[in-house]
């Protein structure tokens, strides 16, 4: 017989490994590739209305520019509501079914846009669609950690290559509505981003279910809440995702307000971050696979942010051509600040969180990152648009606090795991 199963071996051969695959750029067939799938179609119809929304609301329900911010900043507030419900609900009952449901309640309220008329059907229909965001954002994180393996630090970096990816294509769909600018194209926008949900939900409809993880006995509905290293942790996080608004909302009034260097480089800047996310993302974090790692990877992405701010901020009243290169240069070291922040905030989500409550956790995350977003383009202003080249400073000096602070706090978060056995 082991004769007869060696011939057999030998006459077929394992089909060969397809090279996408070897390489990284596609994940073999199976649960993570068709999740993949469903975060990249996602992602492609929320990027085409984050970034056309406010002229939909503006040009063709006829709001103002104040009115549309208000509500925008209502509905982000309510939205931070339903996370640590839906959260705690996907740990209950399975992630896969309550993400599933989460997704076609935000293709219905995506949809009931088109009925905006007046402002506080607006606020009301905003409201819907955050609240409903937040609840799939909490109930995805324990479906993104029961599929990913023994490695899920590594999946999500995958994961957020593929969002980056996604979120190109968006931009593109994008700027072929903004210039077409008529009510039948903003009205597509809405409508396809609605439809994104639902193609969304019927590749999520293909994966398996994830059975909740038990829990221990007295576990109570407020773990996460009582989790003191864990709030620790959430609050420096929160902190550090300033970051992300700064090439978005920070860099692009600097270029063109405060420095000679050409418009065009706003455009320039985002595509250097986004190429270099997509293809360095999963590489940088394959060598964070513990807490350790992800704390030292986490302190290291706090002196590149200071060294890409400072870089920024010293741009203004250069020539044009110095300008961009210091620009260009502050985007590089920025940009690997977040692939290193990324890889460290991967593990730490998981590892910090217990496996029996990841959507709770999931959802106090949500929460103070949220909160920080509403909060994000008022601190910006005030330090890097008003204050100049010394607030460009100072916020990178935060992120290297914030940065030294994270090994000591991951020591003292695993003393106080190993305290409760």
Same mark, same amino acid.
Request: proline share 6%.
């Given at each position: 017989?082991?004769?007869?199963?060696?011939?057999?071996?030998?006459?077929?051969?394992?089909?060969?490994?397809?090279w996408?695959?070897?390489?990284?750029?596609?994940?073999?067939?199976?649960?993570?590739?068709?999740?993949? +799938?469903?975060t990249?179609?996602?992602?492609?119809?929320?990027?085409?209305?984050? *970034?056309?929304?406010?002229?939909?609301?503006?040009?063709?329900?006829?709001?103002?520019?104040?009115?549309?911010?208000?509500?925008?900043?209502i509905?982000? %507030?309510v939205? @931070?509501?339903?996370?640590?419900?839906?959260?705690? %609900?996907?740990?209950?009952?399975?992630?896969?079914?309550?993400?599933?449901?989460?997704?076609?309640?935000q293709?219905?309220?995506?949809?009931?846009?088109?009925?905006?008329? +007046?402002?506080?059907?607006f606020?009301?229909?905003v409201?819907l669609?955050?609240?409903?965001?937040?609840?799939?954002?909490?109930?995805?994180?324990?479906?993104?950690?029961? %599929?990913a393996?023994?490695?899920?630090?590594?999946?999500?970096?995958?994961?957020?290559?593929?969002?980056? @990816?996604?979120?190109?294509?968006?931009?593109?769909l994008?700027?072929?509505?903004?210039?077409?600018?008529?009510?039948?194209?903003?009205?597509?926008?809405?409508?396809?981003n609605?439809?994104?949900?639902?193609?969304?939900a019927?590749?999520?409809?293909?994966?398996?279910?994830?059975?909740?993880?038990?829990?221990?006995?007295?576990?109570?509905?407020?773990?996460?809440?009582?989790?003191?290293?864990?709030?620790?942790?959430?609050?420096?996080?929160?902190?550090?995702?300033?970051?992300?608004?700064?090439?978005?909302?920070?860099?692009? *009034?600097?270029i063109?307000?405060?420095?000679h260097?050409p418009?065009?480089?706003?455009?320039?800047?985002?595509?250097?971050?986004?190429?270099?996310?997509?293809?360095?993302?999963?590489?940088?974090?394959?060598?964070?696979?513990?807490?350790?790692?992800?704390?030292?990877?986490?302190?290291?992405?706090?002196?590149?942010?200071?060294?890409? *701010?400072?870089?920024?901020?010293?741009a203004?009243?250069?020539?044009?051509?110095?300008a961009? %290169?210091?620009?260009?240069?502050?985007?590089?070291?920025?940009? =690997?600040?977040?692939?290193?922040?990324?890889a460290?905030?991967?593990?730490l989500?998981?590892? @910090?969180?217990?496996?029996?409550?990841q959507?709770?956790?999931?959802?106090?995350?949500?929460?103070?990152?949220?909160?920080?977003?509403?909060?994000?383009?008022? =601190?910006?202003?005030?330090?890097? =648009?008003?204050?100049?080249?010394?607030?460009?400073?100072? *916020?990178?000096?935060?992120?290297?606090?914030?940065?030294?602070?994270m090994?000591p706090?991951?020591?003292?978060?695993?003393?106080?795991?190993?305290?409760?056995?």
């Amino acid at each position: 017989m082991p004769a007869a199963q060696t011939a057999a071996s030998s006459t077929h051969p394992d089909p060969p490994t397809p090279w996408l695959v070897a390489r990284g750029v596609l994940l073999p067939p199976g649960p993570r590739r068709t999740l993949a +799938s469903a975060t990249f179609v996602n992602q492609v119809g929320s990027t085409v209305f984050t *970034l056309s929304s406010t002229l939909f609301f503006t040009r063709s329900v006829g709001l103002s520019v104040v009115q549309v911010g208000l509500g925008m900043g209502i509905g982000a %507030l309510v939205g @931070l509501l339903s996370g640590i419900p839906v959260g705690r %609900l996907a740990d209950r009952r399975g992630p896969r079914e309550v993400y599933l449901l989460t997704l076609l309640v935000q293709a219905v309220a995506m949809a009931a846009l088109v009925l905006a008329r +007046s402002f506080w059907l607006f606020v009301l229909l905003v409201c819907l669609t955050q609240l409903a965001t937040s609840a799939s954002s909490a109930a995805r994180a324990p479906l993104v950690r029961g %599929l990913a393996g023994e490695r899920p630090a590594r999946f999500r970096a995958y994961l957020r290559a593929t969002v980056n @990816l996604a979120g190109s294509v968006g931009a593109l769909l994008a700027g072929l509505v903004v210039q077409i600018d008529s009510r039948t194209a903003y009205l597509c926008l809405v409508l396809g981003n609605a439809v994104s949900f639902l193609a969304s939900a019927a590749v999520v409809r293909w994966l398996p279910s994830v059975p909740p993880v038990p829990g221990p006995a007295g576990a109570g509905r407020r773990t996460a809440l009582t989790d003191r290293p864990y709030l620790a942790f959430t609050v420096l996080d929160a902190i550090t995702s300033l970051q992300g608004d700064v090439l978005l909302f920070a860099t692009p *009034l600097w270029i063109v307000g405060h420095t000679h260097a050409p418009r065009w480089f706003v455009g320039a800047v985002a595509l250097l971050n986004t190429a270099l996310v997509v293809v360095l993302q999963v590489r940088v974090g394959r060598g964070v696979e513990n807490s350790a790692a992800a704390a030292r990877s986490w302190r290291r992405s706090g002196w590149a942010f200071f060294v890409g *701010l400072a870089l920024v901020g010293l741009a203004t009243g250069l020539p044009g051509r110095l300008a961009a %290169l210091l620009l260009l240069l502050g985007a590089l070291a920025h940009t =690997i600040g977040e692939l290193w922040l990324a890889a460290g905030a991967f593990e730490l989500r998981y590892h @910090l969180a217990p496996a029996h409550a990841q959507g709770q956790y999931a959802g106090v995350s949500r929460l103070a990152n949220g909160l920080v977003d509403v909060l994000a383009p008022t =601190i910006l202003s005030l330090l890097c =648009i008003s204050w100049g080249t010394p607030g460009w400073l100072l *916020l990178g000096g935060v992120f290297v606090t914030t940065g030294l602070l994270m090994p000591p706090l991951v020591r003292w978060a695993d003393r106080s795991r190993a305290a409760q056995g």
